[in-house]
């Protein structure tokens, strides 16, 4: 039964002409104004016919697919919207819903394909658009929408954000994606521009393209700001931007902060956004003005819309329920389903929230079994009911990370990982299968889904091309950050310092890196797993070299652990060398330390701080057993504290204590959520203020060798200062302070000079060049400097009437192998109680 097209229709799409000769389309291929864009659509429903037909439009972001969605919206068709690069989401959907017509684009012209001249389904009047849940696709599952639903989310939107007829948007989603759509609808509602691209955030062309129409807003899903990160978006000048919205997914509260704090200061507001597609695109809003004092909220209903929240047994919070104009008329599973009127009047959205004491909604978690990633929503069920179509039993588990499933026989997973992947539209690289003897389950016979997430594991390593005939796969960017970081679970999102790396790791994993590499990217510790190993498969030229360049950072390392023990030996005399060291460990802190939201940063410093401390304690209580030259204060390094003064080398390890005090300070200071959350928001200004609260202290009486911390702090703030220095401005700032503060420290002035050298070689030069020879030595100087330093006051005095030569590469080599041994402990550790639990 046919419905005719006068019943309804979308005004957005309908009313285009009303604009006239303002400019509604910006592409690669022309401006379109609004009146030559109604033009296009009349024309195109035109071929669509008088009567209501299903349509199906594989759409990208290009003209031809806007003119086919509006055309079906203005002429009263009922449309499904797909993605256009991904052929299985078509082919099943065409299957699950036999739509009358079909329209694509192909060389620049709109291809119509008649499946039938009437239609083959009964079309309730109010029915407008089908969209997969959430950007999801490969499910039958549709959520149906009505004319209402997306004219009144499209109202709401464009007031919340003041939409103008001024405004011009990025299309940075796609359109199939209800949230790309809502971009596309609130624009074309007020009058405003849409600059129509896929090009992505990481592409030079794309802020070229940016600037040049003047844009002012584009959306972005929490992985854009990854991107954002990558390409180095804080430093861009970008006059024309207004504001900038998020959704799709959670975003941390710490990245929320930073950005809303970058826009504040640039500009431009951004709109952290929630919401479904269930509820056409948008339930809430984040008011700009309160991303910085509460990040982690998802804010007030959008106009028109209110929540309330229900009791859930059993749980601490309640179901967030939302109400309002844009809630879904339900949804349709088949064919049958698209002649149904309003089957839900209000959004159960799944999520467990509360309402904060500023009346402000925070999402808490989740009540169903979904998972959001990349900004598509995986319904964990369906993935189980595809294999059970296929006979094959599965447990799907995940998180917003990643997906993985374990299916019960002899099956191959790399097929079926393929199979799924298409299926739901998810990246092959956010799914794992793993093909198990029988599904986990609990002692009540349900799945054990913990048990089945537990299986992930890195299934994808970065093997070198042919053409790379200098790596191996032993050389792979995941092999070296598993035997660096000994970790097994690396996926190609992670970083080396999201890994947990620290200055302890970080030499051994970028020398390995730039032997793999052929160079060594200045960012590499901040760039992602994947991005780094698709540069390994890059070919690269062989030629011998007679110098090797290695990060400054990591010679000063070594220079200064020889110069240390030379000087203690009397080998020769060059001091200064440890407290170049101080400041090489404030610059690694901030650059390994301060990453990430803050509780996870916290674990990582609490881990980081664990190195530092289990070796320097397991060897001084070897010390204490064997001489009679240290105490139990020496052990617990506390001697700087409660040490006895009778004890004469007392200060043999005050560089440890020291280092560990301040680590511990730190880590306990930013610990505090407002200092956590104004060290991100003010980055360099942070350090120098450390760096004038260590200055207050800083001209104490110091008496050189014992362990007096304060005087010693403002230089390890002076080394994280020297981290966050990004420009010509702010790197002289800091060598102006370092020439201004070192100079009296000491009664030496080669003393100062050596420390005033160091932190101005670590500031200017990136990389210094090593004789090729010494490459190798200086890699391994540099990963053991905490190791030898421990360890040399028991050896040099065994040696050192014999000869300081002799005592000095004794030392070196005795500390590297304490480095050694201490570096494959923990693995065999592990391999023992995985044998362990195995025989149990």
Not at 146 to 161: D, G, P, R, V
Not at 252 to 267: M, Q, T
Not at 690 to 710: K, N, W
Not at 821 to 833: E, Y
Request: glycine share 8%; hydrophobic share 45%; net charge neutral.
């Amino acid at each position: 039964m046919s419905t005719q097209l006068d019943l309804q229709r979308l005004s957005i799409a309908a009313n285009l002409a009303n604009y006239g000769d303002r400019t509604a389309v910006a592409a690669s291929n022309g401006v379109l104004t609004y009146r030559e864009l109604a033009g296009r659509v009349e024309e195109l429903g035109r071929r669509l016919g008088t009567e209501r037909r299903l349509v199906a439009l594989t759409a990208g972001n290009d003209v031809d697919s806007l003119v086919g969605y509006l055309a079906a919206m203005a002429a009263g068709h009922p449309l499904i919207l797909l993605p256009a690069d991904k052929p299985a989401a078509l082919e099943s959907l065409v299957a699950a819903y036999d739509p009358d017509v079909i329209l694509s684009s192909a060389n620049g012209r709109t291809v119509l394909e008649e499946r039938r001249p009437g239609t083959g389904h009964t079309l309730h009047p109010d029915l407008a658009l089908l969209l997969s849940t959430s950007g999801s696709t490969g499910s039958p599952k549709l959520v149906r929408l009505s004319y209402e639903n997306l004219q009144a989310n499209a109202e709401s939107i464009a007031e919340y954000l003041g939409i103008t007829e001024y405004d011009r948007a990025m299309t940075t989603l796609p359109m199939s994606y209800c949230y790309g759509l809502s971009v596309i609808n609130s624009h074309l509602l007020r009058g405003a521009s849409l600059v129509l691209t896929d090009l992505s955030v990481v592409d030079p062309c794309f802020w070229d393209l940016f600037r040049r129409e003047g844009a002012t807003s584009f959306a972005a899903v929490p992985y854009t700001f990854e991107l954002l990160e990558r390409v180095g978006f804080a430093a861009m000048k970008l006059p024309t931007l207004r504001y900038v919205t998020q959704a799709g997914g959670r975003l941390g509260p710490d990245l929320v902060r930073r950005y809303a704090g970058l826009g504040a200061r640039s500009g431009w507001d951004l709109f952290v956004m929630y919401g479904q597609t269930e509820a056409t695109a948008r339930m809430a809003y984040l008011p700009p003005r309160l991303a910085g004092t509460s990040p982690g909220a998802i804010g007030v209903p959008v106009p028109g819309g209110a929540f309330r929240i229900d009791p859930v047994a059993g749980l601490e919070h309640g179901e967030l329920v939302y109400s309002g104009p844009n809630v879904m008329l339900g949804y349709a599973q088949t064919p049958a389903d698209l002649g149904l009127g309003r089957t839900v009047d209000e959004l159960r959205t799944g999520d467990l929230a509360r309402k904060n004491a500023d009346g402000l909604y925070e999402v808490v978690g989740r009540r169903s079994r979904f998972v959001k990633i990349v900004g598509l929503r995986v319904d964990l069920g369906q993935v189980e009911r595809i294999l059970a179509d296929l006979g094959i039993q599965a447990a799907s588990a995940g998180t917003d990370q990643g997906l993985v499933v374990a299916v019960e026989g002899e099956h191959d997973p790399a097929l079926l990982g393929k199979l799924l992947a298409q299926g739901i539209g998810l990246p092959r690289a956010a799914l794992e299968v793993h093909s198990v003897p029988e599904l986990p389950r609990l002692a009540s016979g349900k799945l054990d889904y913990p048990a089945v997430l537990a299986l992930a594991k890195p299934t994808r390593q970065h093997a070198p091309s042919s053409t790379n005939s200098g790596a191996t796969p032993q050389d792979s960017v995941v092999k070296i950050f598993e035997d660096t970081l000994e970790l097994t679970d690396i996926s190609d999102g992670d970083t080396f310092v999201s890994l947990g790396g620290d200055s302890l790791s970080y030499v051994a994993a970028s020398v390995r890196l730039e032997q793999a590499l052929g160079h060594l990217p200045p960012d590499w510790h901040i760039t992602p797993v994947g991005v780094l190993g698709a540069r390994l498969e890059q070919p690269r030229p062989r030629k011998r070299r007679l110098f090797a360049r290695l990060e400054t950072s990591i010679v000063l390392r070594a220079v200064s652990i020889f110069l240390i023990v030379s000087t203690h030996i009397g080998f020769l005399h060059w001091q200064g060398a440890a407290h170049v060291l101080m400041a090489v460990a404030g610059f690694n802190f901030a650059r390994f330390q301060l990453s990430g939201e803050r509780m996870p940063r916290l674990r990582k410093q609490v881990a980081s701080l664990a190195r530092v401390i289990v070796p320097s304690m397991a060897f001084i209580g070897f010390a204490y057993l064997i001489t009679d030259r240290y105490s139990l204060a020496n052990i617990v390094l506390l001697n700087a504290i409660i040490g006895p003064e009778e004890v004469t080398t007392r200060s043999h390890f005050w560089f440890i204590e020291v280092l560990v005090y301040v680590l511990v300070s730190m880590t306990v200071l930013l610990a505090l959520p407002w200092v956590s959350r104004a060290e991100k928001r003010f980055p360099f200004l942070f350090p120098l203020v450390l760096l004038a609260a260590g200055l207050l202290t800083r001209y104490e009486h110091f008496e050189p060798g014992i362990p007096h911390t304060p005087p010693i702090f403002w230089l390890f703030a002076l080394g994280w200062a020297v981290a966050r220095a990004r420009h010509i401005l702010q790197r002289g700032a800091v060598s102006v302070l370092a020439a201004l503060t070192i100079p009296g420290f000491f009664d030496n002035p080669a003393r100062e000079l050596t420390v005033l050298a160091g932190i101005l070689l670590l500031l200017w030069l990136p990389s210094i060049p090593v004789p090729a020879g010494l490459r190798r030595l200086t890699v391994l100087l540099a990963s053991a400097s905490l190791h030898i330093y421990l360890v040399h006051w028991l050896v040099y005095p065994l040696l050192v009437e014999l000869s300081p030569a002799l005592a000095v590469v004794a030392s070196l080599a005795a500390g590297s192998a304490y480095w050694a041994l201490c570096s494959v402990a923990p693995t065999v550790i592990g391999r023992a109680k995985s044998r362990i639990l195995s025989a149990r």
